[in-house]
Every structure is written in structure tokens, then in C-alpha cells.
């Protein structure tokens, strides 16, 4: 049943702990969510590095930041807890849904790009189910999810998205960053430097409305600053304002993959770029909400397909 026999130490309290601090990085805040001591955190973290034969979560400057395997690992587990309660309220982990429903989705671009077509081939099979999709603010719409006018938030993780207490998240797929210019502007090497980065000139395109980003959050960490020429809408726009110039364009690899065309070159980033998730959050309420999850498992179906993809493009053009 269990491929490794350190696994069987592990009980459910040390998979609450794991998800506890995964979501809030902090041996502190999570010892006073839960109402136990920090060494019963830290006890329970022993255990949990050694089942999984993994650090598991490390020292930062934010606090306690997740290893690649705890980033990998988190969505299991949170699914394991899912099943756990379903056994305890014997309800079914989906139902189909029969009536005509309307969900409304807050999202950035970079859903509707690559798993909204997934979804919506999925929804063609469940008539009578439809999607409205309204662009991600700078902030997860709390009061409208919990107020019901939202069914579900798909945001970028971890934590360029405050997630609110209360609220449910389970990580999609993990992507990262190229940069891409017109073919006769690639960088000087196989991959830009920090220096060569900030010299350039560069677009932006915001696929979700806000003033900040992951991108130049990096570089203000690292004491940098770009030089941002134009703000497209729309990162297909914004692939079209390089086009005969020397302007960078910083775009997640697998929008590279699925939008570029002969004209573009992706090169690697500036060593110690962020990397990111994309992360489906709902409330408590709509977890009880037999459409909600089927629409859930609908999502995370087609995000499955995606992360199991390889890239569309050879590894020498990145």
C-alpha cells in the first residue's frame, strides 16, 4: 500500500501541519492558527522530512520557504485531506451537474491562454454548464467569492496573491520565465545576465491588473530596476511591440510555447529569476457545493494535461 515504510509515522496531524506552513511559511503563525505549541510544529516537520526524505521547507527571508518537492507534494496532500472529510460526511467527491449554471471565474490571461480551450471542451460534452471570465485584480475578490458572485479565483502563487483565511487553494502546475526578442535581437550568450537584462529596454503586458509584478519585485530585491517602453493588454499584443526592435519581453515559458512564432527567441533569464504556480482558490462554501467541485475537477483535469505536456519547443530555442 505504501511505497516506503517511513510513511507509515506520518498521521494526520502532520499533514495539517505540512499545510499549514506551506501556506503561511511560519512556525509561529501556524503554531497559533492551530492552537499548539511551536515545538509540537517543529516535532511534527521531523517527522514529515523524514517520510518524505525531504527538507521539505527552508529558512528565508520571508520565513520558511518551500523545497521543490514540498511544492510538488502540497496539492496531493491537500486532495488526501479532501478525501478524509468526504469520508467523514459520506458524500460523493463529485456529482454530475444537470441544471443550467453559470460560473463566474476571476482569472488572469494566462488561464484563458493555455486551460480555459482544455475546459471549455470538457464544458461542450456538459451542456447546459457555461463559464464568465473577468480579468484577476491585484487582490483575490475575498468578499465576492464569499458572498457567492465568485465562484472560483485562479491566481499566481505562492504568494504573489494574498490568500485570505478561510479560503481554500490547491496549486495547478508550476511554470518560469523567458525572455523573449525579435530574431535579431537574442542575448549575447545562451541566456541574459542581470546586467544585460536591465540594459535593454522592455514591454510589458499585464495579465492581470495591478501596479506590481513578479518580475520587477525580483529585481527591486536585488537592488535593479528595468526600463519599461510600453504596457500591452494582452500578451499576444505585446509579442507583436518587438517585432524589428531590441525590446525584451519577459514571458512564462508556456505562453512562449503556445503564442510565439519563427519571428521570436526565447532566451533563459538572469540566474535566480522567480518561478511560479498557478493556483485555483475557493471558499468553504463552495467546497460544499456539489457544482463548484465538479467544475473544480473539471479545472484541474485540463491544468493535468498541461503539466504533463512537454514543451512545444526544442531546448535549444529557450
Known amino acids: 500500500m505504501l511505497d516506503s515504510n517511513l510513511l507509515r509515522k506520518l498521521d494526520m496531524q502532520d499533514l495539517i501541519i505540512f499545510v499549514h506552513v506551506y501556506e503561511r511559511s511560519s512556525v509561529t503563525a501556524v503554531s497559533e492558527a492551530l492552537c499548539v505549541s511551536q515545538s509540537t510544529v517543529s516535532y511534527c516537520l521531523r517527522k514529515l522530512r523524514t517520510g518524505m526524505e525531504d527538507d521539505l521547507f527552508i529558512p528565508s527571508r520571508g520565513g520558511m520557504a518551500p523545497t521543490t518537492k514540498a511544492d510538488a507534494i502540497y496539492p496531493n496532500i491537500i486532495q488526501i485531506l479532501e478525501k478524509i472529510n468526504l469520508c467523514y460526511s459520506g458524500e460523493p467527491s463529485h456529482r454530475q451537474v444537470t441544471e443550467a449554471r453559470l460560473f463566474h471565474i476571476q482569472a488572469p490571461e494566462y488561464f484563458e491562454i493555455l486551460v480555459l480551450p482544455r475546459l471549455l471542451s470538457s464544458l461542450d460534452r456538459h451542456a447546459p454548464v457555461s463559464v464568465s471570465i473577468k480579468k484577476l485584480e491585484d487582490e483575490i475578490p ?7 458572485e465568485v465562484d472560483l479565483a485562479i491566481c499566481f502563487g505562492p504568494k504573489y496573491h494574498r490568500k485570505h ?9 508550476h511554470d518560469d520565465l523567458v525572455c523573449v526578442t525579435d530574431k535579431g535581437y ?12 536591465i540594459k535593454r529596454k522592455h514591454v510589458y503586458p499585464t495579465p492581470w491588473t495591478t ?20 504596457r500591452a493588454n494582452t500578451y499576444y499584443s505585446a509579442l507583436g511591440l518587438i517585432k524589428d526592435t531590441d525590446y525584451v519581453l519577459t514571458l512564462p515559458r508556456r505562453v512562449f510555447d503556445k503564442l510565439a512564432n519563427s519571428t521570436h527567441v526565447a532566451s533563459a533569464p538572469p540566474f535566480g529569476f522567480p518561478k511560479f504556480t498557478l493556483d485555483m482558490v475557493w471558499t468553504e462554501s463552495a ?13 484541474a483535469f485540463a491544468a493535468a494535461d498541461i503539466a504533463s505536456s512537454k514543451s512545444e519547443r526544442p531546448a535549444s530555442a529557450i
Request: charged share 20%.
Open 142 to 148: 475575498a468578499s465576492q467569492m464569499d458572498s457567492g
Open 165 to 173: 483565511l478561510g479560503h481554500r487553494a490547491e496549486v495547478l502546475f
Open 186 to 197: 537574442p542575448s549575447e550568450g545562451e541566456s541574459f545576465t542581470l546586467e544585460e537584462y
Open 211 to 230: 501596479n506590481t509584478n513578479m518580475i520587477d519585485g525580483w529585481l527591486l530585491t536585488n537592488g535593479q530596476s528595468r526600463d519599461i517602453v510600453a
Open 287 to 299: 467546497n460544499r457545493d456539489p457544482g463548484n467541485c465538479w467544475l473544480r475537477q473539471q479545472i
